[in-house]
């Protein structure tokens, strides 16, 4: 199963209950299809970069779903036909994020290792100098 | 006489790289003066990757604010010699504001 951003823009003019009511129909699109909508987000209205059909605001929602290729293919459908959506993009993301996962675990590892050999000969060296002293 | 075969046979020798953005045989050449269109022969400074510097592995093209560090006013991408990034990371860049640019994040052409 692969993981897709999808992202697309909703026509500013419609109230916040539409909204609601076309991304559940999205959502419902995306399980028949046999994809699992991971989950949702709205990001609110921004002022588009240039003019979409006439229009130069927008409400942009993202979902992150899991499915195959066929079922993207067919939400990516549904999302054409539907007046209210102005722009889609959908970005696979599973690949990307073994990657970010493989670096950070490096990352993770060369940081912990020099800590704890460091704290090693700290250890002693500090408890030798009382008894020392002492 | 003695002496002034002494003064013609060795040259003092010069310091080693006081200038060291002129090596003697550029390897890998100053990139400034064929590409530099002008007068500048040497390289500026050495600019570092800011994304290998802040150690940023994901460039995401939902944020806007980062990405337009790097295009220009005009809507188009900086190449990387003035910015300064690194090649893996520009061509993560340089997909991350095309994907912005097709969702309306970024322009295309501004003004």
Do not use: W
């Not at chain 1, 003019?13 to 991304?23: S, T």
């Amino acid at each position: 199963m692969r993981t897709y951003e999808v992202m697309f823009i909703v026509r500013p003019e419609l109230l916040e209950e539409d909204v609601d009511k076309l991304i559940a129909t999205m959502q419902g699109h995306a399980t028949t299809a046999g994809a699992t909508v991971l989950s949702t987000e709205k990001m609110g209205k921004r002022r588009l970069a240039y003019d979409v059909n006439k229009c130069s605001d927008g409400q942009y929602v993202l979902f992150v779903v899991s499915g195959d290729g066929k079922a993207i293919h067919e939400l990516e459908r549904r999302m054409r036909v539907a007046e209210q959506v102005l722009k889609f993009i959908t970005v696979r993301t599973d690949e990307e994020q073994q990657r970010l996962d493989k670096v950070r675990k490096i990352r993770a590892a060369h940081t912990k290792r020099p800590p704890a050999e460091a704290a090693a000969p700290a250890a002693p060296a500090a408890t030798e100098n009382p008894v020392a002293s002492a | 006489m003695a002496d002034d075969n002494q003064e013609v046979s060795t040259p003092a020798p010069r310091p080693y790289s006081s200038r060291p953005d002129r090596p003697d045989r550029p390897e890998r050449g100053p990139g400034g003066p064929r590409e530099g269109g002008g007068g500048r022969k040497f390289f500026r400074r050495k600019k570092v990757c800011k994304f290998c510097v802040e150690k940023i592995d994901d460039i995401n093209y939902k944020d806007v604010r980062m990405l337009q560090q790097f295009v220009a006013e005009k809507g188009k991408i900086v190449p990387r010699r003035l910015t300064g990034v690194c090649t893996p990371h520009q061509r993560r860049l340089t997909s991350a504001i095309k994907r912005a640019r097709n969702i309306a994040l970024l322009p295309f052409a501004a003004r």
